[in-house]
């Protein structure tokens, strides 16, 4: 007689022992790469470095020297003892239009010295060459050689009884433009992805499923990628002259420009003191060289020093090595140095801070932060670029008008539009046909959308100085 037999399928047989568990994940997404968000914008927005402006483009007038001195043009022998020489004034000393500094009766003094007296001017003869005829002022003095490029300083000036008064000097000032850029970004999400089910529980607030990392993107990716958008844009964007090119092809307007806006570094690179030195060759003596250097162009008190990483460990061992700092505050109660975003008015007993942030040279506090947009890997710090060698320097107070003497902008700053109750300073809102609320279209999306009108605004930039490698 056949007997029946039963077989009974395990589950063993069909999935592994490891299989029959529900996977659990961590519902904590890890930032791997940590802060890759707006260092430079937050930095102004924490020193209060931030101004409305109500028209696209905004203007800062600068003034020039009061006072200056000029240029030899082409090299003329010592004349001897007593003897006056004739010096034509260098190109580089002369405007568009012919007009320079020296006049008639100015007295002048020279490197070894000597002072002389502009006896004539000759600016007839060739009015794109003056040439100026100076004689000592004492019979037994030589104003000896002077060589093509030397430059002489106007001291005073001398008359005698009866003269009548010199032609007056005129200042030119400089106009700087400024035109701010919009920043645009937007997160957009479907319907079915905002109902999609998961296996994550939220156990935080006990509020059921946790419905994938949308939640977690459009309230701080949003936010992140906006403001690196807007911190890169006040540090390298150049302003706008390839109007006919530059043009936005989604715009409504046609042919709307899609302007830029004058960065920090831009600016340095353009109208700031350059000084270059080798990737880690940076010296204690190399902050008196850029003292001196700040020093000519009138700055004083407290800079602050932006650092890529790469120039800031060059910085840190020059002053370790100089004993400047022990990671020990060694100044307690004798005295603070102003403040980092104030005018240099405070005592000056300390001189040096803690954790290599700040030291004195004696003319002045420098201030070194370490930027991190200088060191993104997918951003400035990308493999090749400059920034992470780079120590970018300005004043950190704010600069005064030359009239009355009240205080005007920072001498770095981020501009933005506004007028009335209206601001563009960082517009946000959500608009689609998904997800709760009204609806809006007709394609199953939501959309989360930022907006931004800012520019930068950097003004007497000849205080600034910007080190680099080459």
């Known amino acids: 007689m056949a007997i029946d037999t039963f077989t ?44 409305p402006v109500a028209q696209e483009q905004y203007y800062d007038w600068e003034e020039g020297y009061i006072w200056d001195t000029f240029k030899v043009r082409a090299n003329v022998a010592a004349p001897g003892a007593g003897n006056p020489i004739v010096i034509v004034v260098a190109a580089a ?32 003869t060739d009015p794109t060459a003056p040439a100026l005829t100076i004689v000592p002022f004492v019979a037994g003095t030589d104003i000896g050689a002077v060589v093509a490029g030397e430059e002489i300083v106007v001291a005073t000036n001398a008359w005698g009884e009866g003269a009548g008064m010199p032609q007056g000097r005129v200042t030119k000032p400089t106009m700087r433009t400024g035109h701010l850029t919009s920043v645009r970004t937007a997160l957009d ?9 998961t296996r994550l529980k939220r156990l935080s607030d006990g509020s059921g499923n946790f419905l994938g990392w949308y939640d977690f993107e459009k309230q701080v990716y949003l936010d992140f990628r906006h403001s690196g958008k807007i911190s890169r844009t006040l540090l390298i964007s150049e302003l706008t002259t390839n109007i006919t090119q530059v043009l936005d092809a989604t715009s409504t307007m046609g042919s709307a420009v899609a302007h830029g806006t004058e960065g920090l570094i831009t600016a340095m690179n353009a109208r700031a003191i ?8 940076l010296v204690l003596d190399d902050f008196y060289a850029m003292d001196l250097a700040l020093t000519k162009e009138y700055n004083n008190g407290n ?51 803690i954790g ?13 932060k370490n930027m991190w947009e200088f060191n993104d890997p997918k951003g400035l710090g990308a493999t090749g ?28 700053s981020a501009a933005y539009k506004k007028l009335g109750d209206y601001s563009r300073r960082m517009e946000i809102w959500q608009n689609g046909a998904a997800g709760p609320g009204p609806k809006i279209g007709s394609l199953d999306v939501h959309n989360d959308y930022m907006r931004t009108s800012i520019g930068g605004r950097h003004v007497c930039v000849n205080q600034f100085l910007l080190l680099q490698a080459a």
């Open 8 to 51: 009974g399928v395990l589950a063993t047989d069909v999935l592994s022992g490891l299989d029959i568990y529900e996977p659990e994940h961590n519902v904590r997404l890890m930032r791997a790469h940590l802060k890759q968000g707006a260092d430079w914008f937050l930095t102004l927005q924490m020193i209060g470095n931030e101004e």
């Open 93 to 124: 000393s002369m405007t568009a239009d012919n007009k320079f500094f020296p006049q008639a009766n100015d007295v002048v003094l020279f490197k070894n010295q000597a002072t002389g007296f502009i006896r004539s001017v000759d600016k007839t």
């Open 189 to 197: 999400v479907s319907g079915t992805e905002m109902t999609n089910a």
């Open 274 to 281: 350059p000084y270059t030195k080798a990737s880690g060759a």
């Open 303 to 353: 800079v602050i020093a932006l650092c890529g990483n790469k120039r800031l460990q060059n910085i840190t061992k020059i002053l370790l090595a100089a004993n400047y700092s022990t990671g020990i505050d060694l100044t307690v109660n004798s005295g603070v140095v102003g403040d980092a975003t104030g005018d240099f008015t405070t005592p000056r007993g300390r001189a040096m801070a």
């Open 356 to 368: 290599f942030q700040s030291f004195d040279t004696g003319v002045r506090t420098w201030h070194f």
């Open 385 to 412: 670029f400059p920034y992470q060698d780079m120590m970018a320097v300005f004043p950190s107070g704010k600069t005064t008008d030359a009239k009355d003497r009240n205080k005007l902008v920072p001498y770095s």
